[in-house]
């Protein structure tokens, strides 16, 4: 894989020199490209790591969990000096996807293997979902942002397979901001009663919202109210 990526590296950096000679909007796409050749590089050991050969017993090491923690801190590192566009979102999205759920499918393979290793699995499992989710729910505010709601709409369903709590939460603010307010509202308010009192960050962002939209429809109550200020999301 790495002269695959080295080759098309070298083939975008005069495409890059060209670019950067004619507007910042231009250039952005090939700096784009050579982050997604960086990132498919940098998971291919990661993803060697969860692939033993001829057979061996599936493991996962303490240096297996570091890496995918540190690949996984990397894309949060970077999506924090990303552009918002979708231009700019997809490419490195539908790529963070593609590896997600490769590692997804590699680690499911632990599913019958010894009680330690299966729940290491677990944790990481769980954090790749709360990560796809992460990508997903970005892509859906970057369409609605740009006014795409169909676009917005389909990430949501994908974004719902991963975290389907935060996804929720935008779906009601998309059906608000749409005008269907018994919609946004009836969402919340199921997902509050199905939410686990252990969830109190989730159901707590959840309440927060409902109430805020109960207010702004001229129906808050204050039983509606109270669990908001009981978890600390309202003085």
């Not at 979102?89 to 499911?108: F, K, M, S, T």
């Not at 942002?145 to 935060?166: F, K, V």
């Not at 686990?196 to 039983?223: F, H, M, N, P």
């Amino acid at each position: 894989m790495a002269p695959h990526c080295d080759s098309a590296r070298a083939a975008l950096v005069p495409l890059l020199a060209a670019a950067s000679m004619e507007s910042y909007a231009h250039t952005y796409s090939f700096l784009v490209r050579l982050q997604v050749l960086q990132e498919l590089q940098a998971a291919v050991p990661l993803l060697s790591r969860l692939e033993p050969p001829d057979g061996s017993p599936l493991r996962i090491d303490a240096a297996a969990e570091a890496a995918l923690e540190e690949t996984l801190g990397q894309w949060d590192a970077r999506a924090a000096s990303m552009s918002s566009s979708i231009q700019a979102l997809e490419p490195v999205i539908a790529l963070r996807v593609c590896l997600g759920h490769e590692l997804l499918a590699r680690l499911d393979g632990f599913g019958e293997a010894p009680p330690s290793q299966a729940a290491a699995a677990g944790r990481l499992r769980g954090e790749l979902h709360r990560k796809l989710g992460g990508c997903w729910l970005r892509l859906a505010k970057s369409a609605r942002a740009a006014g795409n709601t169909e676009s917005a709409g389909n990430a949501l369903a994908q974004a719902r397979l991963h975290d389907s709590t935060l996804a929720t939460v935008q779906c009601a603010e998309m059906d608000w901001a749409a005008g269907r307010a018994h919609d946004a509202l009836s969402r919340l308010r199921q997902q509050c009663a199905k939410l686990e009192t252990d969830a109190q960050g989730a159901l707590a962002e959840s309440l927060l919202l409902l109430a805020r939209l109960t207010g702004a429809a001229g129906e808050a109550e204050a039983a509606e109210a109270e669990p908001c200020r009981s978890l600390g999301a309202l003085p």
